[in-house]
């Protein structure tokens, strides 16, 4: 089997009874590192140290692959809304989808608004040209009760 020392150095091919005699007289433990290489590859190091770096290993990848993912930002935007509101929500929009994540944008009807479903589409295409040719809307608005819900994504 190949071995490896406690600091990375290469010392060599040889039989596993000598490995673990090499092991024993450093007082560490020789741990398996390749079972199915060519011939096998073990490692001269404390098992507890081995099992900690690896777990912190895991953590870190499965952080790495929870960043990756993008999430799903809601924006709620009422039909009364003015202009300068508007335009602070779609500035926030811009920064969720510049982030990697999508924005699903809600117009949302109270009381009589619901009359006036007319409106809500209006604002909702207005909202999607504020963000500009680089946001795309994923399918058609649909409304959801008393909402009017479309996502957007960047393209």
Do not use: C
């Not at 895991?58 to 929870?66: C, L, P, Q, T, W």
């Not at 508007?86 to 926030?92: E, G, S, T, W, Y």
């Not at 924005?103 to 604002?123: C, S, T, Y």
């Amino acid at each position: 089997m190949r071995v490896i020392g406690g600091s990375g150095e290469q010392l060599g091919i040889m039989s596993s009874k000598d490995a673990q005699m090499l092991a024993k007289e450093q007082g560490v433990d020789l741990v398996e590192i390749a079972a199915n290489a060519n011939p096998p590859v073990v490692k001269i190091i404390d098992w507890g140290k081995f099992q900690y770096q690896k777990m912190k290993e895991e953590a870190k990848n499965r952080k790495k692959a929870r960043e990756k993912q993008s999430e799903l930002k809601q924006m709620k935007i009422g039909l009364k809304i003015s202009d300068n509101d508007l335009n602070i929500k779609v500035r926030k929009m811009r920064g969720f989808l510049d982030d990697g994540d999508r924005v699903k944008v809600m117009i949302v009807f109270k009381g009589r608004e619901m009359a006036h479903r007319e409106i809500g589409k209006e604002l909702l295409d207005k909202v999607v040209s504020l963000l500009g040719e680089d946001a795309v809307m994923e399918g058609t608005p649909q409304m959801n009760g008393r909402n009017l819900s479309v996502q957007v994504r960047k393209k």
